[in-house]
Every structure is written in structure tokens, then in C-alpha cells.
């Protein structure tokens, strides 16, 4: 696809104002691709601290459904938080929940909600500290009556919405133990909307609890039912199209073929992706089913 400088970036051009100038139009021409077939598209964005990654939802392994709530983090992204833990991944600090005096030192504790992480991963600072790192942040909290008052609730698991396997396994050393992670849950809160639901690591010691392996179980239950209700549905036998339902020059036997497979593919519950680099197609389809 051909694309066109913008002119304002020629318009005016002289010595005093070359080197910004070179700069913004550098910053135009950098176009994202997909960092796995390296071209580009309609793209997923790792929202990790400082990554740049892109991906296609089809280039990922398992394919990821897009639409899904929470932030996603790219594989590379994913290793960091099992090695580092979930902070290393966060853009930081989002938003303070609370300011309260230490008993017998004089000194305030701030908590701290991080961006892209759940309440549960909230912390407290002391004051000092972040007053070095975001001053501006403390001075307009406490300028600011705040309504919402944090809640505990909003670190309790309510339901787990989604399941994920993680690609690299990366083992855990502790001073006692060694331990794997192998999927990231997809965790509602309780007390907050689905928007806020979070990807959380299978080795977290809130999904490692009682509640967490019940959550587990009863997910596990509700796939098995859906995938039952699916098969034993009276579903008849499956039809090829004959022809496609549009006409054009860019139609021919070969996107009937991949129509068809991936027809075939949702009336048996699979999952799929057809990825044709042939010069008449123009976009490529990904069916998942979870």
C-alpha cells in the first residue's frame, strides 16, 4: 500500500528547523509489524512496560481470540513477569488508593494500584519514597476528595472467565521449592465489573488456595458441560458450499476451498486458521473456540 508523507512535515522546511523535522518524519515512516512473520496488519500490542511487540492474532501459538478483557502481555512479556514478577511488566503507578500513618514513626504509607494489574497486586510505599518518584501524583491526591474509597472485596476471586497455556514453560526456583507455571487464568473480581478482570499466573498464591482450585474445578465443569451440550446437539451432516453467496474476480476455488474448511472446522467445534498469501486474497481468518 502506497503512503503519502504528510505535507505539513515539507511545508516550511529550513536549517533551524531540519533536525526535529527528520525526526517526526522518521517517527511516520516506522510502521508496526508483526514480530513473528514481520508484516504488517491488523495487529495485537503487547502492553508490557517498554515492549514494542505486535503480533497477528493468527500468528500466535495457541491463535488468541481477540475481544477478551484484560491486558495481554506477550509472551516475552509473560517470561519477565514469572522471572521478575507481575510489577516488572506495569507501565506504573496508576492511580493511590489510601494514605495512612505508620503508628510511632510519624511517616505516611501510600497503596499504590499499578497499571494492568489487579487490586490484588496492590502495595504500599512510604510516602518519602514516591514523593521522589511522581510528586505530582501525591500532591494531586491529596488535593482531590476521593468518592471511592478502595475496598477489600476487590481482591477476592469471583469467577474464572478464561484459560490460557503459556508456550515456554520457565521453572520457579525458591529457596524450598522448584515450581512450573503452565497457563494464565482469566480472574473476575469480586466487586468489579468484567472490564476489570485480569490474566492472572496459575502459580499465584491466591489461585493456589481453597477457593482458587475450586474456581478451577467449577470452570473446568462448565467447559466439558458446553463442549457435551455441543457434541450431543442434533446437528445433521455437514455440506459443502457449492458456490459462494458474493461474486467478483477476486473469488475463485481456492477461497471456496478455504471457506469451506473453515466451515467444516466451526460445525466440529475446532479450532482453526487459514493464512493465504496468494495476491487476490485480501485478509486472513481465524476461528477459536473456547
Not at 55 to 66: G, K, S, V, W
Not at 77 to 101: A, M, N, P, Q, T
Not at 147 to 172: M, Q, S
Request: glycine share 6%.
Amino acid at each position: 500500500m502506497e503512503q503519502r508523507l504528510p505535507q505539513n512535515l515539507l511545508k516550511g522546511l529550513t536549517a533551524d528547523t531540519y533536525w526535529w523535522r527528520s525526526v517526526e518524519i522518521l517517527k511516520w515512516m516506522v510502521v508496526e509489524m508483526c514480530a513473528l512473520c514481520n508484516k504488517d496488519g491488523e495487529l495485537l500490542c503487547c502492553e508490557g512496560k517498554g515492549c514494542k511487540r505486535c503480533y497477528h492474532l493468527f500468528c500466535l501459538e495457541p491463535p488468541f481470540a481477540d475481544g477478551l478483557p484484560g491486558v495481554w502481555h506477550c509472551p516475552q512479556c509473560v517470561k519477565k513477569k514469572l522471572l521478575f514478577g507481575v510489577h516488572s511488566v506495569s507501565d506504573g503507578v496508576e492511580s493511590i488508593w489510601d494514605v495512612r500513618e505508620v503508628e510511632g514513626c510519624g511517616r505516611d504509607n501510600i497503596l499504590l494500584k499499578y497499571h494492568g494489574l489487579a487490586h490484588i497486586h496492590i502495595i504500599r510505599v512510604p510516602e518519602k519514597q514516591l514523593l521522589l518518584e511522581n510528586p505530582c501524583l501525591v500532591s494531586s491526591f491529596r488535593e482531590t476528595d476521593q468518592i471511592v474509597r478502595w475496598r477489600a472485596e476487590w481482591t477476592v476471586l469471583d469467577r474464572l472467565l478464561g484459560k490460557r497455556p503459556i508456550k515456554d514453560k520457565v521453572y520457579i526456583a525458591s529457596s524450598a521449592v522448584i515450581s512450573v507455571c503452565n497457563f494464565e487464568w482469566l480472574v473476575k473480581w469480586h466487586g468489579l465489573s468484567y472490564d476489570h478482570a485480569t490474566w492472572e499466573l496459575d502459580n499465584a498464591s491466591f489461585l493456589s488456595s481453597s477457593l482458587g482450585q475450586n474456581l478451577m474445578k467449577n470452570y473446568e465443569i462448565r467447559r466439558r458441560k458446553a463442549m457435551q451440550q455441543v457434541n450431543q446437539g442434533d446437528k445433521g451432516s455437514f455440506s459443502k458450499l457449492s458456490e459462494l453467496p458474493v461474486s467478483g474476480s477476486h473469488v475463485n476455488d481456492n477461497v471456496l476451498k478455504n471457506v469451506n474448511k473453515l466451515r467444516e472446522c466451526l460445525f466440529k467445534c475446532q479450532n482453526a486458521v487459514v493464512f493465504d498469501d496468494q495476491p487476490y486474497t485480501i485478509e486472513s481468518v481465524l476461528l477459536h473456540h473456547y
